[in-house]
């Protein structure tokens, strides 16, 4: 039997499913993953840290979350300090305690696909202004410069708004999808509060008003020096950043009034102190030749720590971000309190996963049939069926590469580009199979017209849920635009070319 020669078209499909696999990365590794870690713990002194892969603990397997609770819930409570034993995939950690590890850990994802906080839970935390009753006007600026600050830092899936109890007072209600509790206590928890100060005088604050660009790519941004203190891992972090001329006159007439440091004679007598929340960040020294002087290029420096260099390396990281972030949005206009924090069970769970796969399944039997009562023919049913899946398959490899999170609404947004694609494949068929006085490729080239109007108008109004919308409405858009345009310009074409195949046989 001679195997018919393939379109490119069709092979670009089948790289594209190939190279899909590998973003989506099924896992099979068992254990289970540390989330966070509690500082100032024993866990933490002991070098346990986050996404590490517990593989057992005290010679006991660990493949599962379920395992890993009997397991610590069989050795505590206990009033005696006890040696526990925690193998990670890489190495062993012995904890001498009379508590449970102060982790927080999860199964390990079996793939890549990020889901929502409906599908997978997160961390909420309902959080009030310390010592004092905000209105509804200064609880929607408080709103307006957390969303800001939590988009700044790149969190994915959080939805932050107003809720009120019985008594009549405001809070604000955080929630993120695939948070722990302490990741959202880091995030909210402190005022973010950052100055910049020569002795007693402040020369310039986060935000706005004070500061006009900060750098966070490129040259002007990034570690620039890793080294050993102490036994140590240490890495430095430097970024530009650019005054306002408000600012760069407060410098100036600040340091007009400073004499030179007699121990080194090219620098003024005082630095200018990095403060976040009042605790001192870094110390930079001010050169002589800015005395007087209204500059408005400032470098910023800190630090990071960690037992081994990609520790210490990642905490520069993190800290130089979150500098970044306080320096671009300003300092939350209230110090916070947080009432209550806790972590969030999916919405929908693993019930939702079973039901969703059960309701694909009888939709593609479905869809197979009538596709196969209308056409009479096996092959153009296996076709559909195949170019079904592509779509889906292709759709949630472009998600986890863009590390979107799905949610419910971003499900039905696959499904509906699902369906977009089923019409579209009839079409062609219609067009094909018809009897008109005109060459294969012409009647395909005539379906190919329609399916192109048809992607147009789902793109126009697509879009404006996408740019304008938000939550739900901007999952749903998002993965329908995603699922049409990978059909347009990959799954349509390799089926017109499949289809052109089995009408020549």
Do not use: H
Not at 149 to 175: C, H, P, T
Not at 249 to 278: F, G, M, V, W
């Amino acid at each position: 039997m001679k195997f018919p020669k393939l379109s490119w078209k069709i092979w670009l499909l089948i790289i594209v499913l190939i190279a899909s696999a590998l973003v989506i990365s099924p896992s099979f590794e068992t254990g289970v993953v540390i989330k966070s870690v509690e500082k100032n713990s024993t866990a933490f002194d002991q070098g346990l840290r986050t996404n590490m892969i517990i593989q057992s603990v005290n010679g006991n397997a660990v493949k599962s979350l379920e395992d890993y609770s009997k397991i610590i819930n069989s050795i505590f409570p206990t009033t005696n300090k006890t040696s526990l034993a925690i193998t990670t995939k890489d190495s062993e950690f012995v904890l001498f305690t009379d508590e449970p590890p102060r982790v927080t850990v999860a199964n390990i994802p079996n793939t890549k696909i990020k889901t929502g906080l409906d599908l997978s839970g997160g961390a909420r935390a309902l959080v009030k202004a310390e010592n004092k009753s905000l209105n509804s006007n200064e609880l929607n600026d408080l709103i307006s410069v957390t969303s800001n600050r939590l988009n700044e830092f790149g969190i994915a899936d959080v939805s932050v708004k107003q809720v009120s109890d019985l008594s009549g007072n405001n809070f604000m209600l955080i929630e993120i999808a695939g948070a722990t509790p302490t990741d959202i206590e880091d995030l909210v928890s402190k005022q973010g509060k950052f100055e910049a100060k020569i002795g007693n005088d402040t020369v310039f604050i986060g935000g706005e008003e004070d500061i006009t660009y900060v750098a966070r790519t490129g040259e002007q941004s990034g570690i620039y020096a890793c080294d050993t203190y102490n036994g140590e891992e240490a890495c430095s972090f430097r970024f530009a950043i650019t005054l306002s001329e408000i600012a760069a006159k407060r410098q100036a007439a600040i340091t007009s009034n400073l004499s030179t440091d007699p121990t080194n004679p090219e620098y003024l007598s005082q630095k200018l102190d990095l403060y976040l929340d009042d605790s001192l960040v870094d110390s930079l020294s001010i050169s002589r030749d800015l005395k007087g002087r209204e500059t408005t290029q400032i470098s910023i420096q800190g630090s990071g720590k960690g037992i081994t260099r990609k520790e210490a390396y990642d905490d520069a990281t993190n800290n130089m971000k979150k500098l970044q972030t306080i320096l671009i949005t300003g300092s939350l206009p209230f110090k916070l309190e947080i009432v209550k924090i806790d972590t969030i069970s999916p919405v929908l769970g693993k019930e939702f996963t079973k039901n969703l796969i059960l309701l694909g399944l009888i939709v593609f039997l479905i869809v197979s049939l009538m596709i196969f009562f209308k056409f009479r023919k096996i092959k153009v049913t296996l076709a559909v069926i195949l170019t079904m899946f592509s779509e889906m398959f292709i759709t949630l490899a472009i998600a986890a590469l863009i590390k979107w999170n799905l949610d419910a609404a971003s499900i039905a947004g696959i499904i509906a580009g699902m369906g977009t694609g089923v019409n579209d494949q009839i079409l062609i068929m219609d067009e094909a199979e018809s009897n008109k006085n005109t060459s294969l490729k012409e009647r395909v080239k005539n379906a190919f017209f329609i399916i192109l109007s048809a992607f147009a108008l789902v793109v126009v109004a697509m879009l404006p849920l996408f740019w304008a919308g938000a939550g739900m409405l901007k999952g749903f858009a998002l993965t329908t635009l995603i699922g049409v345009c990978v059909g347009i310009l990959i799954t349509r074409p390799a089926f017109s070319e499949i289809i052109k195949l089995i009408i020549k046989e």
